[in-house]
């Protein structure tokens, strides 16, 4: 898969088309159901994504949406296709390495992220890298401009 600095419409399609399975860096709990750091797991979820919660905080809860928690994403069983992130920018450096580590197809800095240091080294290691878009906004885009397909999942793929 050819990697590029710019997540234009078509690398972003591509990661929507090829993302299945999506681990939630920096997810929030359902106490905080109004955040987009659960609003947009729960449009996931409800879309047809496997979703794998990764709450920073919260060291007490054990599921998130009704599905275990992971605290590290190197520690979550089988394959990721995409890493959706909502840390501060400055807070993005220290997990760098457990993403390089579980070596997903693509990771997805939400709406207002940026970091392009973190950004650099992801792509160095083959991993495409979304900046500053809202995952739910451009799914949504995605859908309605593959039009009544028969979609059956959420995802557009029909099966």
Same mark, same amino acid.
């Given at each position: 898969?050819?990697?590029?600095?710019? $997540?234009?419409?078509?690398?972003?399609?591509?990661?929507?088309?090829?993302?299945?399975?999506?681990?939630?860096?920096?997810?929030?709990?359902?106490?905080?159901?109004? !955040?987009? $750091?659960?609003?947009?797991? @729960? #449009?996931?979820?409800?879309? &047809?994504?496997?979703?794998? /919660?990764?709450?920073? #905080? #919260?060291?007490?809860?054990? +599921?998130?949406?009704?599905? /275990?928690? #992971?605290?590290?994403?190197?520690?979550?069983?089988?394959?990721?296709?995409?890493?959706?992130?909502? @840390?501060?920018?400055?807070?993005?450096?220290?997990?760098?390495?457990?993403?390089?580590?579980?070596? /997903?197809?693509?990771?997805?800095? !939400?709406?207002?992220? @940026?970091?392009? +240091? $973190?950004?650099?080294?992801?792509?160095?290691?083959?991993?495409?890298?979304? !900046?500053?878009?809202?995952?739910?906004?451009?799914?949504?885009?995605?859908?309605?401009?593959? &039009?009544?397909?028969?979609?059956?999942?959420?995802?557009?793929?029909?099966?």
């Amino acid at each position: 898969m050819s990697r590029t600095v710019d $997540a234009d419409s078509s690398v972003i399609d591509r990661v929507l088309r090829d993302s299945r399975r999506i681990a939630v860096l920096g997810i929030k709990t359902e106490r905080q159901a109004d !955040q987009p $750091a659960f609003r947009i797991p @729960r #449009y996931l979820v409800e879309a &047809g994504f496997e979703v794998v /919660p990764v709450p920073v #905080y #919260y060291p007490e809860v054990i +599921e998130i949406l009704g599905l /275990p928690v #992971y605290r590290k994403l190197v520690d979550i069983p089988g394959e990721i296709d995409l890493v959706d992130v909502f @840390r501060r920018p400055e807070d993005i450096p220290p997990h760098v390495d457990d993403v390089i580590a579980k070596r /997903p197809r693509a990771v997805w800095f !939400q709406l207002g992220i @940026r970091n392009d +240091e $973190a950004a650099a080294r992801l792509r160095a290691a083959g991993i495409t890298v979304v !900046q500053d878009h809202c995952l739910m906004v451009e799914h949504r885009r995605w859908l309605a401009a593959r &039009g009544p397909r028969g979609s059956t999942n959420g995802r557009g793929s029909g099966g």
